[in-house]
């Protein structure tokens, strides 16, 4: 099926909504009739300073963040935020609450190790995090914040909510923001990854509450102060233009969507894949019901041998990017809000084909 | 001229070869005729991990480097840099040296100071860098490295020549990498910020020289220590996928031209408009001749009232991009490699029309 458009149930860098596809490229020949690409454009010009308005304030409105909040364009993907977080808010005596919930949340904690005390409330990592770790029933009041991840990628589990917390929530919400309603607001701040539901690839995006932004705990040169980023409206230095341009395509086909309509259609796509997972003679999904993720569905082969076989009878048929992650192997289809529920139905018909052939072959 | 291609002189994000941007553009609805958008790729996929290999050893031979050399694409721009190369090589109580010729080169000094010493060497600040510092007759011994940006964006100087020093120099070269025949290996580390000679805006290069980063001055997270990256053959985290992909195309399109062919293009470019300048009489250029930068073009007005008129005059032509930098004001007149030598005979036939208008009028 070469050159023909592929299914990619790919973790990230992921599927982007061919609308957004569309326009993106077109915008690198001539950027909205202004005779310029949009990866010529200054990012002190009127046609940026748009884009980079406009986005933020999206931002907000589908997250239903007040004025409180500063939402930033940065770089460095999360792990830059794994040590920006500690540094602006873990004071070197301090402690800062983790609940570690798979290899990313595992990583924030360590990274803050750096900078102060991460205290771990409560893990999954005996069990392989095959399960969400129970949210702990108190959290100290002594805490400069507490971290959490919405959805673990790796793994396949997922948060069911935002909670209401007593020192400041900060919560990674790289694969699953604007997937579903939330109460983002229970959250100090949140930041988010591309690529998975916005993109390209190269910018975080971040919110934070101007609260927070008051407590910065170091002298910090400005590129890792988020005050000095918020003061200068996320426009400190060059801006990765193109990755903020396509994370507002996506933001306003998100908009024109709407984040209920995406949270039904995420549901009943996550719903025929964990039934025909279940159902299949062939497959496994290790995660329990209340647990499993509705943007990564993780399951494995009963039979290991069949992983290269399914790998490869999905390639055929023009699906891609279903390889479980290095850490876990076997499967791990990304159900992002690109996917429409068509490329899932198509998948769960081919793990039907692929169960029977099999059966009839052995 | 609105939808009809631009001349763009702008300093960053700045023009990208048209071949380039047509490439760029289509690999985003079909990158390689794989069925799958550039954006959409796995950072550790084949596909990218061909792009990571290529770009990074096309950057080795532009620059004459040896395996000695770690080539990382790194995000976060200058900035970032003049924290993270204080956080990994300037020890508290050690001192680096900075040659103060401009803005940027400033920045370094204080984004060090959070780290350590900066001890300035020379500097061109109570001439408001209309011309470069000296470079200094001896480097103290005990340094940990000297620092310099080798082409001033702001200002318009362009140090001639990379010199050898007897402590690790670490250069900035954001504004004239590729644009010229230079000693690259006299450096222990070099930079460059998309998007000037390089793009898309939102990825940092970095080769630096394996012994420097044998002598790393703190315990840091991976994401800020120089040898975490280069260990992981710069794939620590989700890469800039589209960012260095147009890097990609931008170095193979110098690789074609060859450095040579575009450093004599480039001092062609320079010569012409710095003539028309200086024979003009409504402009003036302040800087000295033998410091005058071929890649940013700075001049003024004689009668500061033309700025607006002259910005206009060049909008209805369809040139765009010449607005001084916000500290400078006037103009300022980009020539990185993209811009070919009939955009800037255009650029001196308006200026001389202007005049013309302009003494007509009077």
Same mark, same amino acid.
């Given at each position: 099926?070469? *050159?023909?458009?592929?299914i ?6 992921a ?13 690198i ?20 300073e ?8 999206l ?5 239903g963040?007040?004025?409180d909040y ?15 977080? @500690?540094?602006? &808010?873990?004071?070197e ?8 919930s798979? &290899?990313?949340?595992h ?5 803050a ?12 990592e ?12 108190t959290?100290?009041?002594?805490l400069s ?14 948060? @069911?909510?935002v909670?209401?917390t007593?020192? @400041? ?33 190269g ?32 426009l ?21 969507? *709407?984040?209920?309509?995406i ?15 279940d159902?299949?003679?062939l497959?496994?999904?290790?995660i329990g019901?209340?647990?499993?993720s ?6 494995g ?27 876990? *192997? ?8 690109a ?5 899932v ?18």
């Amino acid at each position: 099926m070469s *050159g023909n458009k592929k299914i990619n149930f790919s973790s990230g860098p992921a599927a982007l909504p061919p609308e957004v596809l569309q326009e993106a490229s077109e915008a690198i020949i001539n950027y909205n009739n202004t005779g310029l690409s949009i990866l010529e454009l200054q990012h002190r010009g009127k046609y940026f300073e748009a884009i980079n308005d406009e986005s933020r304030a999206l931002v907000k409105e589908l997250c239903g963040l007040s004025d409180d909040y500063e939402v930033l364009w940065l770089q460095g993907g999360g792990r830059l935020q794994f040590a920006m977080i @500690p540094m602006n &808010f873990l004071g070197e005596q301090e402690s800062a609450g983790f609940i570690d919930s798979g &290899f990313w949340a595992h990583n924030a904690a360590e990274y803050a190790a750096y900078y102060g005390n991460a205290v771990t409330l409560s893990s999954s990592e005996k069990d392989n995090h095959t399960h969400l770790p129970k949210w702990p029933a108190t959290v100290p009041h002594d805490l400069s914040y507490l971290h959490f991840t919405t959805n673990n990628t790796i793994y396949g589990t997922q948060f @069911p909510n935002v909670p209401k917390t007593n020192v @400041p929530l900060i919560a990674d919400m790289s694969s699953d923001i604007f997937s579903r309603k939330m109460e983002y607001r229970n959250c100090a701040m949140l930041y988010a990854v591309a690529q998975k539901n916005i993109g390209a690839a190269g910018v975080t995006l971040v919110a934070v509450n101007k609260h927070l932004l008051g407590n910065v705990k170091r002298k910090l040169p400005p590129m890792l102060d988020y005050s000095a980023h918020a003061k200068a409206r996320s426009l400190l230095n060059t801006a990765p233009v193109f990755g903020v341009y396509t994370s507002l395509l996506t933001l306003r086909w998100i908009k024109q969507k *709407g984040i209920d309509t995406i949270e039904t259609e995420s549901i009943k796509k996550a719903e025929i894949l964990y039934k025909e997972i279940d159902r299949n003679s062939l497959f496994d999904c290790k995660i329990g019901k209340d647990d499993r993720s509705k943007m990564n569905v993780c399951f494995g082969s009963r039979d290991k041998a069949t992983d290269t076989a399914f790998t490869e009878y999905c390639s055929v048929r023009g699906i891609t990017g279903i390889d479980g992650h290095r850490y876990v *192997g076997s499967f791990r289809v990304s159900l992002y809000n690109a996917i429409p529920l068509s490329a899932v139905e198509t998948m769960v018909s081919v793990m039907q084909e692929f169960e029977h052939e099999y059966l009839k072959a052995r």
